[in-house]
């Protein structure tokens, strides 16, 4: 999603819903130019054929190619409970220092200045409970939006209308994804004037 939106790690990013992270972390490990799992262990270091010697000289090359983040990383949630997750994800992930989690709502967002992009994956679908709720949160997620000149968005949502219901200008009519199972769409919109 953040290379769909074309964000490179050279402006800051918001995820005022983070859940448990994943945005803020993939966006720290772009602009650190860390490659995901670098820090895991793969089931491939037990093969016979496995070589040590040449898996050690390419972590080295990765390394080297590392960068420190420059940019401010934002991930919020209402849910105190997310935001401990969130950090735990990140600090196994090797990019807790770059990140600033908070627990507050959406509609304690600070106005940020820009360049940004807000990217956000709200809640969706059945699950959630009344659709007349999902409408207003999502018509308060386009406010935070205009409240933030030089900020782009990407939007996450399996329900168009939802998309829509924030009163955004979208670029497109959105970009078709697999996510968990379920066809979703991210609707990206220009910079905020």
Known sequence: VLLLASWDGTCALLDPMCGSGTFPIEAALLAARMPPGGL???????????????WLRVQDQARQQQRPVSVPILGADRDPGAVVIARRN??????LPWIDFE???????PDLPGPGLLVCNPPYGARIG?????RD????????????PGWRAAILTTDRQL?????????DD??????????????FTG???
């Open 137 to 148: 949160l999502y018509a308060a997620l386009g406010n935070v939006v205009r409240r933030l």
């Open 174 to 187: 959105g970009v078709s994804l697999a996510h968990g199972g379920l066809r979703v769409g991210c609707y």
């Open 90 to 95: 990140a600090q196994r992930a090797g990019v």
């Open 130 to 134: 009344n659709p007349r709720d999902l």
């Open 40 to 54: 895991r262990r793969f089931a491939f270091m037990d093969w016979s054929c496995f070589d040590e010697a040449r």
């Open 191 to 193: 910079t905020v004037l």
């Open 163 to 171: 998309a829509f219901a924030t009163g955004l200008t979208f670029t």
């Open 103 to 109: 627990q507050r709502p959406l509609a304690r967002t």
